[in-house]
C-alpha cells in the first residue's frame, strides 16, 4: 500500500503541498501509470491504470473500479495495494465525470457510458485486456454505478462487486440531511440530477439500481454485494442494498448473487487488508492460497 502511494504521487508530479511522501519497500509488485481519456462530455479526465510489474503484453483480466462519492480517483486506487501484481490483472481507476459535477457523479448515464468504455482506454494503454474477464468493483457511489453498469452493459462484464452502494438515489437526496454537510449534498444533488427528486424523478430513478432490478437479474452477471448493518453514511442498508438482493432473488431464482452482510463502518471492507481479496477469489481473480486472514477484532469488554 505504501510503494502505491509513492507510485501515485511520483507519477502524476503532484505538488509539494499535496504530496504524502512515506517510506516504500523495494520492488512492488504492482505497477501505475497516470493516463487520460476524454469523458462523455468532451473534458479530459485522469484515470490510475494498476497492472503487474514486469508486465509482458500477454492478455490479462481488467478491474473496472469507479470511485466514491467526493474522494478521488488516485483514493479508490490506493485501495487495491499490491492485489493487481499478486493476482495478474490490471485495475482502472477513472476519476469520472458527471452531468454538471466532477468527483460528484451518482451514476450519471454519461459516466455509465464512460465506465463502459475503460475496457477500450485501458487498452490503448498498452493493457492486452481479455475480453472474456472484465470485472467492476467500486464502492458507496462508486458501488452505485457498477451496479448501475451492470444493468446497462451486462454483455460486458464477468462479474461485478458492489460494497456499500448507493441504491436508491431519492432516498440518498432525502438522507444526505442527516449527514454532516447535508445541506451541501443536497445543493451538489440538485445540480447534478437536476433538481428534487420530487421535481425531477425519473433523473433520479434512472441512477438508482434499485429501479433496474430486472436488468440487473436478467443480466447473468455474477455478483457479490456487501452491506453494514452500522454505515453510519447509508444508515438504511437494509432498505438499500439488502432490499436489492431480495428483490433480484424473488426476481430470478437462478441469479449468481452473493449477499454479505456485516458490522463494519461504511466501505471499510473494499481494502486489501479486508474483504477485497477474497471477493476477488471469488472470481478468480486471485488464488485462495493468497488470501490473507481477516484481522480479528478484540472483543470488548462489558463493564464489571
Known sequence: MKALLVALLALAA????????????????????LIRYRAHDGVLRPAWLLFPAGYDG???????????????ADDNALLWGDLPGEGG????????????????????????????????????????????????FGGSMGGQETLLLVARHPHLLAGAAAFDPATDMARRYRDFARLRHGRELQRLARVEVGG???????????????????QIADSGVPLQLYWSARDRVIADQRAETAALASS?????????????????????EMRATRRLPRALARFGLLPW????????????????
Do not use: C, K
Open 289 to 304: 492460497r493468497d488470501v490473507p486472514p481477516l484481522p480479528v477484532r478484540p472483543a470488548r469488554r462489558r463493564p464489571i
Open 248 to 268: 433480484l432473488v424473488r426476481d430470478h431464482v437462478d441469479a449468481r448473487l452473493w449477499d454479505f452482510h456485516g458490522q463494519w463502518s461504511h466501505t471499510a
Open 89 to 136: 490483472f490490471a485495475v482502472i481507476n477513472p476519476a469520472g465525470e458527471g452531468r454538471r459535477l466532477h468527483w460528484f457523479s451518482w451514476g450519471a448515464p454519461g459516466q455509465i457510458a464512460d465506465l463502459a468504455r475503460m475496457p477500450a482506454i485501458a487498452a490503448a494503454h498498452g493493457v492486452n485486456v481479455d475480453r472474456r474477464r472484465i470485472y467492476a
Open 58 to 72: 500477454r492478455p490479462i483480466p481488467l478491474v473496472i473500479s469507479p470511485h466514491g462519492r467526493g474522494v478521488g
Open 196 to 214: 428534487t427528486p420530487r421535481q425531477v424523478p425519473q433523473a433520479y430513478a434512472a441512477r438508482s439500481p434499485d429501479h433496474f432490478t430486472r
Open 14 to 33: 503532484v505538488p509539494a503541498a499535496h504530496a504524502r511522501l512515506v517510506p516504500a519497500p523495494p520492488n512492488p509488485l504492482t505497477r501505475v501509470r
